[in-house]
């Protein structure tokens, strides 16, 4: 069973979430299909009436901040972190590799 004020965003399709509902997500970082954790972002913000927290590599700050003006929405990093990514593609060349992350609280014009 779903939590309570949780929604879900299914593939091909979503579901409007409940007012004052939130988001969590855990983007592609956007490195190998260029833009694609920004495309995450912006859909969850039209999806939802409250604020979307999602990781990111802190080497896009500035631009995931000044996006999100664009979107007349707000963001700020509420914690930074390492993100270990092991090997999972034939394309990663370590076996794993700690990235530097920051969790952004993007929220909606008027959500503080």
Request: net charge positive; glycine share 4%.
């Given at each position: 069973a779903?939590?309570?004020g949780a929604a879900w965003?299914?593939?091909g399709g979503g579901a409007r979430s409940?007012?004052?509902a939130r988001q969590v997500m855990?983007?592609?970082f956007g490195t190998r299909a260029t833009g694609a954790d920004v495309a995450f972002v912006r859909a969850a913000l039209r999806l939802c009436d409250g604020p979307v927290y999602s990781l990111h590599k802190s080497s896009t700050r500035d631009y995931l901040v000044r996006r999100?003006?664009?979107?007349g929405a707000s963001?700020?990093?509420v914690a930074e972190l390492k993100f270990d990514v092991p090997?999972?593609?034939a394309f990663h060349r370590d076996a794993s590799r700690d990235i530097a992350v920051d969790l952004v609280r993007f929220?909606?014009?008027g959500d503080t």
């Open positions: 779903a939590a309570a965003i299914f593939r409940p007012r004052n855990n983007p592609p999100a003006g664009a979107w963001a700020r990093v090997k999972c593609y929220a909606p014009a």
